[in-house]
């Protein structure tokens, strides 16, 4: 899709077009208290906070503890590097902190044009703020954006939704093709590869944490700074396990790892490929192949293989540590010798990588960034 004409748009004020919505905690207790940091069947309401990623939402909080809105706008106020970044949320959704919502006044409008007010609004206030220049509301409400008009000049909500239904759909177009990629390359022919111990390939890294009197309010980032930038796993769902950043001196680290979660709701058995220098917080660790691998494109095919494995074996009731793990199999590639195909890995996941990267600028020309 081309870009937008945007010569024919007007300016409007934010404050006059939206309003913020009540999100108060109606629970027992102190709030911050009443959530996890992580969904189950208990604590299903995501809740905003100062997150740059994953949709703003951090916590996950019980139904009726929080007022939840659904089809609205997150802003996030504070934050080193998230103030100012504003989400579409389609379900119910709370806050916890450092965020609030907002909604169009009397205009029951489509999801996607929400999305296209998101990425409107955030693309007006978000370099406008600071961690010492918070985005609270009633400095965002003076702000103007620009939208496109109807023959009335008021806003043309139709535009918007028909526009975003468009991108909506090359965007999935992009992902299957994304996903699917050449076929003649990603169709693997599985039926000669070998079973073999996860246990007999890999051993896992003893890394502790080396400061004394480690304090994990103190001692971790949720973001990267020059002061924090070694990555650290632990009960992540996504973002490749990564879920806080520490000191160098602080933590023991290795490279060319790859990451297991042993615990969580829905992490459990996540596998994730570390090439870079990493340490392990908790609720994680880190398994080294004992063949010599300098490659992170083994690295990554060898983390697929291992999850495909371990996912679904193990539950936040059976907790997939070392001692279970390394007793399943894997199923890998092998060369003439019955060893596994290093070499066939590696050219693989380049392969691979080398469609994704085609199937992803096709993606951000469709959305136009």
Known sequence: MAKID????????????????????????????????????????????????????????K??????HKNALSVIYNGAVSAGRVYAQSEETGVLAESYMIKLKDKDVSFNTYLFLQRVIEICIYSRFSYSDLAVWPSV???AIWLPVDTSGEPDWVYMDSYMSQVMSDVEASLDALGQADSGVTAVDVNEWHKFVIGDLFEKLKLGIKKQDFNKATDVSEEKTDEYNIPIVNAK????????????EDFETAEMTIDIVQNGAVATGDVYAQPQETGVLWDAYLIKPKHEINSEYTLMFLAVAIEKSIKGR???????VWAKASKICVELPVDSSGNPDWEYMDSYMKRIMVESEVHLESLRITLGI
């Open 6 to 61: 945007t010569s024919g748009w007007q300016k409007f004020i934010i404050g006059d077009l939206f309003e913020k919505l009540d999100t108060s905690f109606l629970g027992k207790g102190v709030k911050k208290r009443a959530v996890q940091d992580h969904p189950d069947e208990m604590y299903c309401v995501p809740l905003t906070y100062a997150k740059r990623y994953n949709n703003g939402i951090m916590y996950w909080g």
């Open 63 to 68: 139904v009726g503890d929080f007022k939840t």
């Open 141 to 143: 409400q003076k702000e």
């Open 237 to 248: 769902h996504g973002n490749n396990g990564i879920m806080f950043y520490g000191r160098r």
């Open 314 to 320: 193990f539950s936040y009731d059976d907790k997939c």
